[in-house]
């Protein structure tokens, strides 16, 4: 009767690396193969159970506007696309004023609404830009938050009746061609 079980337990095993392997679009097919205790790789970590973010930004006098753009995309990605708390505020300083009258200031003050790596779109869904000439970013998901940049550094945050501004006005990215 033990081999059956161990039988199973083999196939398991041998089919979890095949499934960590493949594109998020092939797992949700295959996680009926998988025990009911996958967790995809493409799930954030849940950091609540520590008191306070693990890394914040050190704002760098030296960053490029260029590299602000990809730190601004970069959060976008992780505040919104990913639900990724561990990057989200390594890209916020220590000082992170808050202009929504609701929150206090400081990254400790928003840090329990996002330790737990909430997804609140996809890139489809929403969209993002960050304006160099302003050092804004925003980001549209059901509402529009507004962030300025300081340093290569998220330091301040609007979200109350943003509007997103137009395309030409949003950063191009270069993009690489495999």
Not at 120 to 126: A, M, R, V
Not at 148 to 165: A, I, N, T
Request: charged share 20%; hydrophobic share 35%; proline share 8%.
């Amino acid at each position: 009767m033990r081999f059956p079980t161990l039988l199973s337990a083999a196939s398991a095993l041998l089919a979890a690396p095949a499934a960590l392997a493949a594109p998020a679009s092939e797992i949700s097919s295959q996680n009926d193969i998988l025990s009911p205790d996958f967790v995809p790789l493409y799930k954030r970590e849940n950091l609540c159970n520590l008191k306070a973010p693990p890394q914040l930004c050190t704002p760098n006098k030296s960053v490029t506007v260029e590299e602000t753009a990809q730190r601004a995309y970069q959060f976008y990605r992780a505040f919104v696309v990913d639900g990724d708390p561990r990057t989200m505020f390594s890209l916020i300083d220590n000082v992170y004023e808050q202009h929504n009258p609701g929150y206090r200031s400081g990254p400790q003050a928003i840090w329990s609404l996002f330790c737990s790596g909430r997804k609140i779109g996809t890139e489809q869904s929403t969209d993002w830009c960050f304006d160099a000439t302003t050092n804004m970013s925003w980001a549209r998901y059901s509402v529009v938050d507004r962030w300025r940049w300081v340093d290569g550094c998220v330091h301040e945050h609007w979200d109350q009746g943003e509007r997103f501004p137009s395309k030409d006005k949003c950063f191009k990215l270069p993009t690489t061609t495999p």
